[in-house]
């Protein structure tokens, strides 16, 4: 079946230090592939998406690039903020109208000053 | 900006009693979805609904799960029988035909004692 798996966490950063939450996933098929976000005390929020190989996902300074060959869709942000600390989940659906999404394990950050 | 809204925002239960979780989908969105987060855990699919139908299910919606839309706006999940392993957050979500992107609810956190 698909799965997703995710760098274990908590990750503690610094503020302004470099992001990297790695993601790879195991599909029948080319998916879609999502970064959601849940902040303390907050439901999910969509962060990025990358729908085929090779296109980049962005928002709020995070990045995440579809690599079919290797199988991930690793997210990274070039400085880190306080405000960033969450949880972060990696995600995939298949295209076609109600179509389930297949979540990680989640990874927590932390940014510290 | 469109959201979905969920009611009630907690809910604690006895073990065997009924509850009933509501969501107001994003309006002009078809496609619904209800997941579920046990503490710490991974968010997991419980069912998807299109045109008045279940469109698929998981393993863990048995029985004792059933979703209905019973209005033009209100999409809901019914557990028949709380057991306390229901506790959860429990997400729902809706999306549309063309971007196909599922947007998240705040969730109920559901507590069974």
């Known amino acids: 079946g698909n799965s997703v798996t995710q760098m274990e966490g908590p990750v503690t950063l610094s503020e302004e230090a470099f992001l990297t939450i790695n993601c790879t996933y195991t599909a029948t098929g080319y998916p879609s592939l999502f970064w959601y976000v849940q902040y303390p005390g907050e439901g999910l929020q969509l962060l990025l998406k990358a729908t085929k190989a090779d296109d980049k996902g962005s928002n709020k300074g995070f990045e995440a690039t579809y690599r079919k060959e290797t199988t991930s869709f690793h997210l990274e942000k070039g400085s880190v903020q306080v405000s960033d600390s969450a949880v972060y989940f990696c995600a995939l659906s298949f295209t076609g109208g109600g179509n389930k999404l297949t979540f990680g394990t989640g990874t927590q950050l932390k940014v510290e000053l | 900006e469109p959201e979905v809204t969920q009611t009630p925002s907690h809910q604690v239960t006895q073990m065997g009693q009924e509850v009933i979780l509501r969501c107001v989908p994003i309006s002009n969105h078809l496609y619904f979805y209800w997941y579920r987060q046990i503490l710490g855990q991974k968010v997991e699919f419980l069912v998807s609904?299109?045109?008045?139908?279940?469109?698929?299910k998981s393993e863990i919606f048995d029985d004792q799960f059933s979703v209905e839309r019973p209005d033009g706006s209100n999409f809901t999940l019914k557990i028949r029988s709380t057991k306390l392993e229901d506790s959860a957050m429990y997400f729902c979500a809706s999306s549309d035909r063309v971007t196909e992107t599922q947007y998240f609810g705040p969730g109920t956190r559901l507590l069974v004692l």
């Open positions: 609904f299109y045109n008045n139908e279940i469109s698929e």
